[in-house]
């Protein structure tokens, strides 16, 4: 792959313009505990003086205006010169000083104020005697239910709390709203009998006590408080041997299905409180990733081990929380998944008080979560361990989007060219990775592309409103029919976030108005111009959505095979004399996208360990370039990515034989405990030795580690130890000539004659008949990458 570094200066010349201001979020400085942070002005709310000789209250368990439940454990410091035992507290005027006892730091009172009314609340405290120390904070307070910011909830929505374990959910007789909610027979299925309706899918929390077995199952642990024969211990992160008990509750917040899990004692009474065995360490797990597209609660397992790391977490002494509003696999609408992180750590906070530190784990859409999340909230976690992760989703759908269009042209319109028929050339236009040896899931024959093999499917998946599901409990909803009202489309999905044309369709933001596909080709002479031009002609674009059919074979069973989605493309009527038409996107709904969050723009400083094996031979959709943009997007942001540690671990030919993340759990923890002892600096000056960047071989020793090992990818260095054994790849987009980071929903545009006199085709100087060619392509011009994209607000 040729170097960014040119095309990124020349993009960044026009990016360093851009002020701090334009940024979407600031992180905020890093901390022991986030939730802890008194100097926050939004957790503290307005205050009588706000100096140190001041009584000031503090929201521990969310921000102010965020408070869910009726509940919050809240803070209030007293002045050196008053004792707490003369402060009154009071809720909505109601006294509720009894709620709150003193801290282990001193002159603190903290207590769970609870019975909050939906709405504002006011919370006072004040010094008896008159002494005018008094402080007042506005709390506003939202149902368990939620929404708190995300906008109206999505219905229909399917309830899953049966196949959790939990029972039906609680009927609340909103007819024809939401899941009808049937008696299930002891096999599971569905009776005729219907006992009410459920619009949010709510059950009453549950708290079970299981244990490990020295055989590695899950038990409950006996009733009568007696030592079960198979009880497992575990050696916690600080050496200590404990019996292997889980206090597990489970539920509903914000209507999707919450867990948390801590180590208890074998015997829970006053003297050893349940979660007197807890290591006072939070682990939020953001699940393995999946690509939903809503109307579903999901599903949230019956087993402890069926969350992401819950096992290896709980056996450290860390106490894990976890949500299926938090699975992508479940919906891919980070706000929603945000607003329902706040709310589950919320309640953590409130029943066990805030932790030291939280940390996030997860795979996939799981290290994306805690990009995104890390980004537009600060404090819900301190520290990010993401897994096989991309930076973000949506812009991820920029270059996927464009997979099925260049694979249908190298198939179909230009299947006589003997180039498209080595499989290894794909790469040469869609810039991931493609081998003519490994097997094709869908022909069965050597010969695939990360396109084909990693992702066939999604834009089908996530562009038609015809094709999708909410899962298996689909045929649960009635009255029959309800789920053909659903328009099954990722943009539909955030039509709170993206907005709604007047047909009732959602924006959507994929464009691909003036990209010159192959141009990097065109350039390097692997692709010849009459080559290009018939790429370019062709390869057109997606259909609006409401013009979209449904899906055939292999995606619907019966009819037309059609891999590629074409029957929903934009193709050229007469094989490029009359050009594809391209499609434009909505730029409401990019700038809606950039407003939302949903865009990772590297705007975090907290301790991050970016870590996937490396699986390019594979054709993983898990590209190992992903690692490099989240890093680019941090220094392009932050002026620095000194917060970041990318590590890599060997998985050929067969697989790797390790995983790295125990370590990485250590030394997040040194990371940490240099934040509380320094927190005064960012989180890249508190970098212990361990957390630099790293490689691993297949079994898990180490190749080489420091500042330089993956020089060469993201500069013109000479490539590291690490960059030179893992190149990576590209992708469409970049081929074309877009940025390394791929922040670019839809380029400016230049006029052809102005491209051509600029040297943008290289060597390539195109006579009069073939710019006339290109002017026909591209009547409104050619992308401009020197230029700003249009859609970022």
């Known amino acids: 792959m040729n170097s960014p570094s040119g095309r990124r200066r020349r993009y960044l010349a026009v990016v360093a313009s851009l002020t701090i201001a334009t940024m979407l979020i600031a992180a905020g400085p890093a901390v022991a505990s986030a939730q802890d942070r008194p100097s926050d002005d939004r957790r503290s709310g307005e205050q009588n003086g706000r100096g140190e000789h001041d009584l000031q209250i503090t929201v521990l368990s969310s921000l102010p205006d965020q408070v869910s439940g009726g509940d919050a454990r809240v803070r209030v410091q007293v002045p050196e010169s008053v004792s707490p035992r003369h402060v009154k507290i009071r809720l909505n005027g109601a006294e509720v000083t009894r709620d709150f006892s003193p801290d282990d730091q001193r002159q603190t009172l903290v207590g769970l104020v609870d019975g909050m009314r939906i709405g504002r609340n006011v919370l006072t405290a004040e010094t008896e005697g008159g002494r005018g120390l008094d402080a007042r904070l506005t709390l506003t307070n939202h149902d368990i239910t939620g929404p708190i910011f995300s906008g109206p909830h999505q219905q229909p929505f399917v309830c899953k709390t049966e196949e959790s374990g939990l ?7 909103q007819e024809h709203v939401g ?9 599971g299925q569905k009776t005729d009998r219907i006992t009410g309706w459920s619009r949010d899918c709510s059950v009453k929390p549950r708290v079970d006590y299981v244990y490990r077995t020295t055989d590695g199952a899950w038990k409950p642990l006996p009733a009568d408080g007696g030592r079960p024969g198979d009880l497992a211990t575990t050696t916690t992160l600080d050496g200590t041997v404990r019996d292997f ?30 979660d007197s065995a807890w290591n006072k360490r939070l682990i939020y797990s953001f699940s393995s990733g999946g690509v939903g597209i809503g109307y579903n609660q999901g599903d949230l397992g019956t087993k402890l081990d069926d969350m992401y790391y819950a096992e290896e977490g709980l056996a450290a002494g860390y106490a894990v929380t976890y949500s299926t509003g938090n699975d992508t696999g479940n919906h891919y609408n980070l706000q929603l998944g945000g607003e329902t992180a706040l709310m589950v750590k919320e309640r953590f906070v409130e029943q066990h008080g805030a932790p030291l530190y939280t940390v996030g784990i997860g795979a996939s859409g799981g290290g994306i979560q805690q990009y995104v999340y890390g980004q537009n909230h600060p404090g819900l976690i301190d520290a990010a361990i993401p897994v096989y992760a991309y930076p973000d989703m949506v812009t991820q759908g920029i270059h996927v989007a464009d997979c ?6 190298m198939d179909v319109t230009a299947a006589d060219n003997p180039k498209w028929q080595d499989w290894n050339n794909r790469k040469l236009i869609e810039g991931m990775n493609s081998s003519g040896t490994v097997r094709n899931p869908y022909t069965g024959k050597p010969g695939s592309s990360e396109c084909v093999n990693g992702w066939r499917g999604l834009s089908p998946l996530t562009l038609n409103p015809h094709y999708g599901s909410a899962g298996s409990n689909q045929g649960l ?4 029919g309800v789920m053909d009202t659903v328009k099954w489309t990722h943009f539909d999905d955030l039509r709170n976030i993206y907005g709604v044309r007047a047909n009732g369709f959602a924006r959507q933001t994929f464009d691909n108005v003036g990209v010159q596909y192959g141009l990097g080709a065109l350039r390097d002479g692997t692709l010849t111009p009459e080559e290009f031009l018939q790429l370019n002609a062709t390869v057109g674009g997606w259909k609006k959505p409401e013009d979209m059919v449904q899906e055939g074979a292999p995606f619907v069973p019966g009819g037309t095979y059609d891999p590629w989605s074409s029957r929903n493309m934009t193709l050229s009527p007469d094989g490029g004399t009359t050009p594809a038409p391209r499609t434009e996107g909505d730029v409401g709904a990019m700038e809606a996208a950039h407003r939302a969050g949903l865009v990772f723009r590297g705007q975090i400083d907290i301790p ?8 390019e031979d594979q054709l993983n959709m898990h590209n190992s370039r992903q690692s490099f943009v989240s890093r680019e997007r941090i220094v392009d942001a932050r002026g620095n990515a000194d917060n970041q ?9 067969d697989g790797a034989k390790s995983s790295p993340l125990t370590e990485a759990f250590k030394v997040m923890d040194q990371w940490m405990e240099n934040i509380r002892k320094n927190p005064k600096r960012t989180a890249g000056q508190n970098k212990p030795a361990g957390a630099g960047d790293r490689c691993f071989d297949t079994d898990g020793r180490l190749i080489a580690s420091g500042r330089h090992v993956w020089d060469g990818i993201l500069d013109d260095r000479q490539e590291g130890a690490c960059a030179k054994l ?8 970049i081929v074309a000539g877009g940025p390394f980071d791929e922040t670019m929903y839809k380029c400016r545009l230049q006029p052809v004659e102005k491209a051509v006199a600029r040297g943008d085709y290289g060597s390539w100087r195109p006579g009069s008949a073939q710019r006339d060619t290109l002017k026909k392509i591209f009547p409104t011009g050619v992308c401009d990458y020197t230029k700003p994209p249009v859609g970022r607000p």
Do not use: C
């Open 167 to 173: 029972g039906q959910p609680l009927a609340d007789n």
């Open 645 to 653: 540690a990318i590590w890599f671990t060997d998985a050929r030919p």
């Open 179 to 187: 899941l009808p909610v049937f008696a299930l027979d002891a096999n």
């Open 608 to 615: 991050i360990i970016d870590w996937r094996h490396y699986l």
């Open 726 to 733: 893992f190149p990576i790849h590209s992708t469409s987009r």
């Open 245 to 274: 008990v889980v206090r597990w509750e489970r539920g509903t917040i914000n209507r999707f299905i919450y867990s948390i899990a801590m180590l208890s004692p074998l015997r829970v009474d006053e003297g050893h409180p349940a």
């Open 404 to 409: 099925e269009l260049l694979e249908h042209y």
């Open 477 to 480: 909803m009635e009255p029959k």
